[in-house]
């Protein structure tokens, strides 16, 4: 895998292994007792279509919840590139059956922008941006956590990172590629979060002691299947696909990001609280 780790390969037939695996395996149904989605109608309404899925955090599970429906409800070709933390491009990950980067996952590393210069910082950030909008010019399709990291304590949509959002624009005001995206929004939540017991040790370690906060995530996730009783659902809402031409409209790239980021965040925000009246129900 080339630039700098941050484009994953599609690997079409590891991808619909993963899908036959975890039918045959009742691999969802280890972490938790059932998926309650609802709009899939929206989300089948992508199908063959370009199309950029914005999402809320909770938690590492969602990767695998969502990557789930959209191969239930896509075909494999539709599979988006999701954009994670470059601590999912691993080993361990992969010995385990999930290797995002054969699933064409989009690495950030987040730890390596913290620690490089102004000017490696830019020049980074710059390549993640050009490789995400040439990948959109190509017709690729996305899913941005737009929280950045799982969000531990706080509403959802508390706060929106615009950086792939800026990408999604540039891609779309380019002169000389006419792109027109669908754009879906879509809210997570769960009875009971597989990492929740471990949110403060989480958020310690996360500033502290990098090898502890891995090892705490990946006992959590080591340790669900065994919990027999109390593992809840996943929840998913999908809102209505809309054409990113019917979202924003501005002379300025600027005003057209935060445009898109108040539609992210106010739609997310609705289909979330959809979830929670469905569970009060």
């Known amino acids: 895998m080339g630039n700098?780790?941050?484009?994953?390969?599609?690997?079409?037939?590891?991808?619909?292994?993963r899908l036959r695996?975890?039918?045959?395996?009742?691999?969802?149904?280890?972490?938790?007792?059932?998926?309650?989605?609802?709009?899939?109608?929206?989300?089948?309404?992508?199908?063959?279509?370009?199309?950029?899925?914005?999402?809320?955090?909770?938690?590492?599970?969602?990767?695998?919840?969502?990557?789930?429906?959209?191969?239930?409800?896509l075909g494999v070709d539709d599979f988006p590139r999701i954009i994670a933390g470059k601590n999912l491009d691993s080993r361990i990950l992969t010995a385990v059956g999930l290797d995002f980067s054969r699933m064409?996952?989009?690495f950030v590393d987040r730890e390596k922008i913290k620690v490089l210069g102004r000017k490696e910082k830019r020049g980074y950030l710059e390549k993640v941006g050009g490789l995400a909008?040439?990948?959109?010019?190509?017709?690729?399709?996305?899913?941005?956590?737009?929280?950045?990291?799982?969000?531990?304590?706080?509403?959802?949509?508390?706060?929106?990172?615009?950086?792939f959002i800026r990408s999604v624009v540039e891609a779309v005001e380019d002169p000389f590629i006419s792109i027109d995206p669908l754009i879906i929004c879509c809210a997570v939540d769960y009875d009971r979060i597989i990492e929740a017991g471990f949110f403060p040790v989480l958020e310690f370690a996360k500033k502290n002691f990098r090898f502890l906060y891995y090892a705490t995530d990946a006992f959590a996730f080591l340790a669900r299947p065994f919990l027999r009783e109390g593992r809840g659902s996943m929840h998913v809402n999908f809102g209505e696909p809309r054409r990113l031409s019917k979202i924003i409209s501005s002379s300025s790239i600027g005003n057209e990001v935060l445009q898109l980021r108040d539609y992210v965040r106010e739609e997310t925000i609705r289909l979330y609280a959809g979830i929670r009246a469905s569970r009060r129900g």
């Open 133 to 163: 909008v040439d990948a959109l010019h190509q017709g690729q399709n996305f899913v941005d956590f737009f929280e950045g990291g799982r969000n531990y304590f706080e509403e959802p949509a508390s706060q929106v990172k615009t950086g």
């Open 104 to 106: 064409g996952a989009f």
């Open 4 to 17: 700098d780790g941050i484009l994953g390969d599609f690997d079409y037939k590891y991808i619909a292994s």
């Open 21 to 73: 695996r975890a039918r045959e395996h009742r691999w969802i149904e280890r972490f938790v007792n059932g998926m309650n989605a609802e709009g899939l109608n929206n989300l089948r309404a992508l199908r063959g279509r370009h199309f950029v899925c914005f999402s809320n955090h909770r938690s590492h599970f969602d990767y695998v919840g969502l990557a789930y429906l959209f191969l239930q409800n």
